[in-house]
Structure formats: C-alpha cells, structure tokens
C-alpha cells in the first residue's frame, strides 16, 4: 500500500499549520488559506482539512473519525499521526467530519467538565464554501464588531446546535471549518445569529 503525502518539511508545515489555526480562532468568522501549506490529501479529505490533522493530531489524542473517511484516508491519518481512532465522538479529542450533512449533533461531542473544560472535542468540519455576507451574524471576543458570514454544506440545525453550544461556555465544543483552500475557526464563545 503507497501511504499519501506529509508536510515537504514536517516540522515547518505543521508550525505554519498550527499557527493559522490559532490565528482564525482568535478572529472567528475570518477565512484564512491554508493551501499554500498544505501536501496533497487522499479523497474524500481536502488539503486544508488534512493539514490540521497532521498538525493536531498524535498518538495523545484520541480521534473520531466520519464513517466517509474510511480506507486510505484513514490509513494515512493513522500513520502520519498515530492517533487512536475511538468509536464514540465524546471520547474523542478531536473530530474530524468530511460529510457535513450527516454529522452527529454537537452535543454528542465531548463537552469538558467544570474542572477541565478544555478536555471537549474539537470539530474539524469539511464545507463547501464560504459566503462573506452570508445570512449569519456573528459577535464575540475576537470581533471588534459584528460580523456577517455563511458556511455552504453544515446541516441545516447548526445554528441552533451552536446557540446551545455556545449558552454552555465555559463548556462546549470549539469548531473548525473547512473548504478547498482556507478554514473559518468558530471557538465557543463566538455567538451566531440567523
């Protein structure tokens, strides 16, 4: 079996991963690309999304993975990363998602405790696109003003998932999405209206 591509410089592709990451969670809402980064990924995972993972994941963080993502796209996932693949999404660290449409609720994420709220999934979600003045308005720290965006693909409920998600603060999931070139961060303190 030929195992598919990493970072050209695994150490400096991650960082540069990593640091976008940071960089659209701390300004929810701000299409950021990731391309220029990013090796080429085993369909049905675009590059952006299997970027992030390479950069996230590690045989510490237990991984749920979309029952669409199954063959070589885990295969390469596995062995890049190392992360243990669990059957329930609470118990994972991280979810990664490539059919939007058919993802579990929110809530079946790991949510934190009081005491560790920072042992919640993160959701890596695989979009169509991203629409700038999209029917969405959202505020919160990060956003100096209210901002307007839509996601093309995510169930049709999730604004509601993310009311709830985000009445929970400090607990609650924080959220990545993705399209063919650039990811949207969406911590849960960030309110979406629309």
Known sequence: ??????????????????????????????????????????????????????????????VWLDPALAGRATEDLRFHTGAPAVAEPDRAAFGLVVDATAMPPLT???????????RSTTVLVQVDGFDPAGPWRLSGPGLAAPQTLGVNGLPSGFVDQWATNHSTFPLGVDAFCFTADAVVGLPRTTRIEG
């Open 108 to 118: 079946a994420f790991a949510q934190g405790t009081a005491a560790f709220p920072d």
């Open 1 to 62: 079996m030929t195992i598919g591509a990493t970072f050209a410089d695994p150490a400096l592709g991650a960082q540069a991963t990593f640091r976008t990451l940071l960089d659209a969670l701390a300004h929810p809402g701000r299409p950021y690309r990731l391309d220029d980064v990013a090796p080429r990924a085993t369909p049905p995972l675009h590059a952006p999304l299997y970027a992030a993972a390479l950069a996230l994941l590690d045989f510490e963080s237990p």
